[in-house]
């Protein structure tokens, strides 16, 4: 199979993807997210009332 030919970064002033933004100087380099220390957690829902539970109805 052959190489993927590289993109270019768009050169037009509306390029709309970060990327592109950034390698034009456009933006900041954007922050890369940090991996999930314990990914299978249960998620915390700091909005809703003690006890509730989605499953149930209200």
Do not use: C, H, K, N
Not at 26 to 46: G, K
Request: aromatic share 6%; no cysteine.
């Amino acid at each position: 199979m052959p190489d993927p030919i590289p993109l270019q970064p768009r050169q037009d002033p509306g390029a709309a993807d970060a990327r592109s933004l950034e390698q034009m100087g456009r933006i900041d380099p954007q922050p890369i997210p940090e991996p999930a220390t314990q990914p299978f957690q249960e998620p915390v829902y700091p909005d809703l009332p003690d006890g509730y539970m989605p499953d149930e109805p209200a």
